[in-house]
């Protein structure tokens, strides 16, 4: 299949001299086109930072990343982010409370100069399982999961190829989180995506994608394809732990845990 993700040894540090801290640290990994792929580990292991470098958030990186045959220059321009967009994690702080869902949704489209805003706005809405109803409402007239369903509309509305998925879900509750999870799986069916995501939480990541790496210390530990991850069939021990934690919690199992700090 061909690949719509590429990142070949990418390293990403911040501040300067003596303050300098290497937050990705020759990172490599591909993502074939319609298929979803994660990030996994926990806070601090630079999953984030990979995803920051690849819509220019992060700026002092190093090494190569593509996106559908095209190599990423330091500078993205406006058809970078009409092929690529960005899901945050916070719905409550993503969305300008300000702004109404009609904006919020318009304002892409505009700066993109693309026509037809009307038609647009109420497509995206029907995309995820919105009304027209909720087209003039703020931010804090919304739920949770509402806010997230308008977060996805906002990214979709560009008819992107690839959405960047920083931890989707974990600001939602546990039954809402599901609704979402699968709304993203319809829509990549649905749209013909690409996913790349980000999360601490294995039993998410396994349930979305079909590959895995695992991260640590701003490095990837271990790779896994969809078998080896259903199977549990990693040999680095970090990853053995990882995968361990997702099943919940368990206080013998907890006390075994080594500390990789």
Request: net charge neutral; hydrophobic share 45%.
């Amino acid at each position: 299949m061909t690949v719509m993700i590429e990142v070949r040894d990418l390293s990403v540090s911040f501040g300067e001299g003596a303050d300098r801290v290497r937050a990705v640290n020759g990172v490599s990994f591909s993502v074939e086109r319609h298929r979803s792929f994660g990030l996994v580990g926990e806070s601090g292991s630079g999953k984030t930072t990979v995803l920051r470098a690849l819509t220019g958030l992060a700026q002092h990186w190093t090494g190569h990343m593509a996106v559908d045959g095209r190599a990423l220059a330091k500078e993205r321009d406006l058809a970078f982010f009409k092929t690529v967009q960005l899901v945050f994690q916070d719905p409550y702080g993503s969305l300008h409370p300000r702004h109404t869902v009609d904006r919020i949704l318009s304002e892409p489209v505009q700066i993109h100069g693309l026509g037809d805003v009307t038609r647009r706005v109420l497509n995206a809405l029907e995309q995820v399982g919105l009304g027209p109803e909720f087209r003039f409402r703020f931010s804090h007239q919304l739920s949770g999961g509402q806010r997230q369903r308008i977060a996805i509309a906002r990214a979709l509305i560009l008819e992107p190829k690839v959405l960047l998925l920083d931890e989707p879900t974990s600001a939602l509750d546990v039954s809402i989180q599901a609704e979402v999870l699968n709304l993203l799986n319809r829509l990549q069916r649905a749209l013909g995506l690409t996913f790349l995501m980000v999360s601490h939480d294995l039993a998410v990541v396994a349930h979305m994608c079909q590959g895995v790496a695992i991260m640590q210390h701003g490095r990837i530990v271990e790779a896994l394809d969809g078998d080896r991850l259903a199977a549990r069939q990693a040999e680095n021990p970090y990853a053995r732990q990882l995968i361990k934690a997702s099943d919940g919690y368990d206080r013998a199992v907890i006390d075994s845990f080594i500390d990789y700090q």
